[in-house]
């Protein structure tokens, strides 16, 4: 089958159209001729080096798949050959098939292109388990959302406006910041011109928020800490910007903060077949009744996959960057 391959550890170059053997499932697995998968932050890092699949994962590039069942194990049920499936996957989405444990396939809604099903499973699975689960976001509350104009954080800022809260982000640039709007986000900060944190006291007579999700890391870690109110929550999703750093933990102690830490991809199985579980039975009708929607910036072919990398390393994008198998 034909996959996009590493050459190497580096930048997009690395990136090559290639032949590789087709898998073969396991009893529990299905074997997906694959229609259209997804960028996310994690593809980049694996590309350079620095974010290994877990064992037994596949080498190739890719957290997230549409496409057709093509063959199934011995063991599975619910799904037949020819079915629609999206979901999420420790790897392999760059390809013309990859294998998915069928607890975490989902069928495709009627009416929905295999393009818009690709855009789905990382970045709702995602925010639902930072904002949510951990963040314990609730009506009436609070939220910043870093990098608005993420797959995550478009996802984010719809899922917190159904839920009742009031949502705030940062973005790189004004025009990031209408389309975020529209979705709807509150208030938008651009990083490049604004100091967020004072920005943030600014819109909230100074009583900040109740909880911070982070794709940052270091750069933020302080800031996000003297926004947050009594109680909050900070949710630590991604370290762009470097993972070490010093804080006065008197704050921490003061505010009584929660500093919690979220990464799915070296999760075990059945965790991932939770979180699953829990995106179908709260979010998934939203979607189906068009409530929220997964935003796509683009959709490439496989084979520009190594241009879509430059595409997203730019932060051109505002939502999903599909690639179309």
């Not at 996310?40 to 037994?56: M, V």
């Not at 967020?196 to 600014?202: G, K, N, S, V, Y």
């Amino acid at each position: 089958m034909k996959a996009i391959i590493k050459t190497g550890d580096g930048g997009p170059e690395v990136l090559e159209l290639g032949e590789v053997e087709t898998p073969e499932p396991k009893p529990t697995q299905l074997l997906i001729n694959i229609k259209a998968t997804a960028l996310n932050r994690a593809d980049t890092l694996q590309r350079k080096g620095l974010y290994p699949p877990p064992a037994g994962e596949s080498e190739i590039l890719g957290l997230e798949l549409a496409g057709i069942v093509e063959d199934r194990g011995s063991a599975v049920t619910g799904f037949e050959r020819g079915d629609r499936i999206f979901g999420l996957v420790g790897g392999g989405g760059y390809a013309e098939y990859a294998i998915i444990d069928y607890q975490m396939a989902m069928q495709i809604p009627e009416g929905w292109s295999f393009e818009k099903a690709a855009a789905v499973p990382e970045v709702f699975f995602t925010a639902n388990e930072t904002l949510f689960k951990l963040g314990c976001l609730s009506a009436g509350e609070s939220v910043l959302i870093h990098a608005g104009g993420s797959g995550v954080g478009t996802a984010g800022i719809q899922m917190a406006n159904q839920a009742g809260a009031q949502v705030f982000i940062t973005a790189g640039s004004d025009e990031k910041i209408e389309k975020a709007k529209v979705l709807g986000c509150t208030e938008g900060i651009n990083y490049k011109t604004h100091d967020f944190a004072e920005t943030i006291r600014d819109l909230t007579e100074g009583k900040g928020v109740d909880v911070v999700q982070d794709f940052i890391g270091q750069p933020y870690f302080e800031r996000n800490c003297s926004l947050l109110k009594p109680g909050g929550r900070l949710v630590v999703v991604g370290l762009m910007g470097g993972s070490k750093t010093e804080i006065d933990l008197g704050i921490v102690l003061r505010k009584r903060l929660r500093i919690l830490g979220s990464i799915m991809r070296p999760l075990a199985l059945e965790e991932k077949i939770d979180i699953t579980r829990r995106f179908v039975d709260r979010w998934l009708p939203l979607l189906l009744t068009g409530v929220i929607n997964p935003v796509i910036d683009t959709v490439m072919s496989l084979e520009q996959a190594h241009e879509a990398h430059r595409y997203m390393e730019a932060n051109r994008n505002f939502g999903k960057i599909i690639l179309k198998v």
